[in-house]
């Protein structure tokens, strides 16, 4: 059972086109991390989401957390190549920091 | 370096063969993690360190993954008798402490093939 589903699992856009990435469970979570992944390289943090309905903006990115602290979602305004990865989230239930990600969303952006 | 080190980068080995993979964590940082990326399958929670502490081992697939934590500070992976499913990516990550909210900074991997 996957505990965090993220959808779509593939994503591929021009350049200038807006998306937005889903991350839903049927369970509660502490906060949500949202993660990007290159090709060869570890996970690199873009943000973390604490508080039910929490929206946060990183440039072009827009996250924002569900009021019930289950599901969270990942926008990004005119998309440009350099977006292209692995974007993961991942939700924090215990006390100890141990994360449960979900399968990630492949997003590939074309000039 | 400044980052999380993990080595090798790939290692290729054949059935029933044993192999230690190897993890760096940034200097001063007392919890060390390990997942697993399959693909597919996202990444996976295997084991947890925090300082002198009895190590989180519930993610561990089965009795012939081990891990241990030397010092406080480098830490080694071992799958014994490797099967083609161990196959995938190893990752560790290390943050200032354990606990929520504490950043995970991770490693780049070791790709491990088993033929």
């Known amino acids: ?111 | 370096g400044a980052g999380v080190s993990q080595s090798p980068s790939n290692k290729v080995t054949e059935k029933g063969k044993d192999v230690e993979l190897r993890c760096d964590p940034i200097s001063g940082h007392t919890a060390l993690y390990w997942y697993r990326q399959s693909l597919g399958q996202g990444l996976e929670f295997l084991i947890y360190f925090q300082g002198n502490s009895a190590p989180d081992k519930s993610g561990l697939p089965s009795d012939r993954f081990s891990a241990e934590r030397t010092g406080g500070s480098v830490s080694t992976l071992t799958i014994q008798r490797t099967q083609q499913e161990d196959s995938a990516v190893y990752l560790c990550a290390s943050s200032l402490g354990g606990g929520q909210k504490n950043i995970q900074y991770f490693g780049a991997g070791t790709r491990l093939s088993v033929l």
């Open chain 1, 1 to 111: 059972t996957q505990l965090l589903e993220q959808s779509p699992q593939f994503l591929s856009i021009q350049e200038g086109e807006n998306l937005t990435v889903y991350c839903n469970s049927s369970s509660v979570f502490s906060s949500l991390q949202w993660y990007r992944q290159e090709p060869g390289e570890g996970p690199v943090l873009l943000v973390t989401v604490v508080t039910g309905g929490e929206v946060k903006k990183l440039k072009r990115l827009t996250f924002q957390f569900g009021d019930a602290r289950k599901d969270s979602s990942l926008h990004i305004t005119a998309a440009q190549p350099g977006d292209t990865g692995l974007y993961l989230c991942a939700g924090e239930r215990g006390s100890q920091g141990n994360l449960i990600f979900g399968k990630g969303t492949k997003l590939s952006v074309k000039p």
